[in-house]
């Protein structure tokens, strides 16, 4: 069974850059036919698409944070990672990580999620 | 505001069937398969429904999904206490080359 862990800062001050890490085990973030995600829930709101990345490393984000968001991926260490930038107070989110499963059938879906992080945004 | 539209509560009586319902565009739900997670207080969301109507193993065949045109909607038959929780629709949205959600419904057993 595949696991996602989150893990970084809960607090971040505004103007700074967001820094998450999502730690893969149970399956090798190098497989085929998999993308690596991150998704954020504001507090009491809905899910938000944030990006992901393949582990060749192609990446695609969503364009309303594009300008701000980087997403890197270590194979060696099967984790891929999340930046975020000139942070404020509306990024105050749960952050997810989540796998995206490529199917034959159709676009990738959604099919194993972390238990997400909380990053407060506040000095 | 989220690229899918769903109503943001839902109710009713154990034993009963209630229906949350999906509706998106040409660009999403049109052309895609609609996936449904649930979201239980305090945990991250669960693939209950994939490829508009299909049910992972484990998942009770109380859950059923369906899709007509660019609307979709979720089942829950013989409603439990243990059902209340957060729904969330899914899909793919070609427009924007990535993956969208609805708002999530709210489900209250009485």
């Known amino acids: 069974q595949v696991q996602l862990q989150e893990s970084g800062p809960g607090l971040v001050k505004p103007s700074q850059t967001l820094s998450l890490t999502c730690t893969v085990s149970g399956g090798s973030i190098s497989s085929g036919g998999y993308y690596w995600s991150w998704i954020r829930q504001h507090p009491g709101k809905g899910l938000e698409w944030i990006g992901y990345i393949h582990y060749s490393g192609r990446t695609y984000y969503n364009p309303s944070l594009k300008s701000r968001v980087s997403i890197s991926v270590d194979t060696s260490k099967n984790q891929f990672s999340l930046r975020l930038s000139s942070v404020t107070a509306a990024d105050t989110a749960l952050y997810y990580c989540a796998r995206l499963q490529s199917p034959n059938w159709g676009p990738p879906y959604f099919d194993y999620w972390g238990q997400g992080t909380l990053v407060t945004v506040s000095s | 505001q989220s690229v899918l539209t769903q109503p943001p509560s839902a109710s009713g009586t154990p034993g009963q069937r209630v229906s949350i319902s999906c509706s998106g565009s040409s660009s999403n739900i049109g052309f895609n398969y609609v996936y449904w997670y649930q979201q239980l207080p305090g945990t991250a969301p669960k693939l209950l429904i994939y490829?508009?109507?299909e049910r992972p193993s484990g998942v009770p065949d109380r859950f059923s999904g369906s899709k007509s045109g660019t609307s979709a909607s979720l089942a829950i038959s013989g409603l439990r206490s243990e059902d209340e929780s957060d729904y969330y629709c899914a899909t793919w949205d070609d427009s924007l080359s990535g993956p969208v959600f609805g708002g999530g419904t709210k489900l209250t057993v009485l």
């Open positions: 490829r508009n109507n």
